[in-house]
């Protein structure tokens, strides 16, 4: 497994290894119950989101990208994926509290793992199975005013060794991914306004 960090043992927040609270960010919603255009704008939203990770996954020749944002309460949360593939890796490091998303956040450095099934440690083993048929990964930390807010991924099918410029390039799509998400939390109702 490449490591573009050290591995960390603690806590993203110091508490407790494995709980995945990330610290300064501001809560979820208190409430499940959406008004129909509150779920009619983050459905727009969505379909954009989707857009905008295919293209980044094709820029970065990945067969894949996905993002996860943190929130204090409750650590890192799927947003979206170029594929169902992508949101089943999120989903899995979700389940898990484990993985090179988790790693990159908490570190605040891109995490290459060049076959999750070579990872350390049974939560490692656990995330290959639950995340096939993706099998390596790079996640970049995607920062707003300096804080990081989440992870954006990209993944392959197929284990291989991630390239100095493929990192690099993570990580300018990194700060993309955040642009849009500033951008469509502000204008969730843009429709051809140069959002993606």
Known sequence: MQRICERTIVAIDGGEPGDGRVPGLPAGPASDHLPTETRRRLASAAGKLSRALRSMAALSA????ALMLA???NGLHAVGGSTAEGLELEYAQEFERAGPARESVAADQPVAVNDLADGAGPAYAQLARRAAPVRAV????VRLDGT??????????TPGTWTDEQIALGEHLAGTAADLVVRLAAHPR????GLP
Do not use: Q
């Not at 790079?138 to 930390?141: A, F, G, I, K, R």
């Not at 990081?148 to 099918?157: E, N, P, Q």
């Not at 843009?190 to 306004?193: G, I, L, Q, T």
């Open 148 to 157: 990081v807010i989440g992870a954006l991924d990209f993944y392959r099918r």
């Open 138 to 141: 790079l996640s970049v930390p």
């Open 71 to 73: 929130n204090e309460a």
């Open 190 to 193: 843009a429709h051809d306004h």
């Open 62 to 65: 990945a067969d894949g990208a």
